[in-house]
Nanobody
């Protein structure tokens, strides 16, 4: 059974940092693109960032570019999201997702497996 488990969310003041982790089990991430999505209260889901299976290519939404960094450790079957200079508008539930293929994409329908989410709250 495939599982993606996010951790690292919490409450932080604006300008602060958080590091999210996504641990995968039941599959090897070697051939999977990974991504982080988020959903703010009352808003549609948003693709935040994606990383290719080998980690050599990444993609970011304009809203987080320059502040967030995605990385992965395939040996540990884990993906990370380092979030710096956090803003109140970054508040939401963050989900990691895995999709088989050697691309980067922020299109949610590409991804087959999803975690349960971890909540991030940025106080102003």
């Amino acid at each position: 059974q495939v599982q993606l488990v996010e951790s690292g969310g919490g409450l932080v003041n604006a300008g602060g940092s958080l590091r999210l982790s996504c641990a995968a089990s039941g599959l090897s991430l070697d051939n999977y693109a990974m991504a982080w999505f988020r959903q703010a209260p009352g808003k549609a889901q948003e693709g935040v960032t994606s990383i290719r299976a080998d980690g050599d290519f990444t993609e970011y939404s304009d809203s987080v570019k320059g502040r967030f960094t995605i990385s992965r450790d395939n040996a540990q079957n884990t993906v990370y999201l380092q979030m710096n200079s956090l803003k109140p508008e970054d508040t939401g539930v963050y989900y990691c997702a895995a999709g088989r293929g050697w691309i980067t994409t922020l299109t949610a329908s590409f991804y087959d497996h999803w975690g349960q989410g971890t909540r991030v709250t940025v106080a102003s």
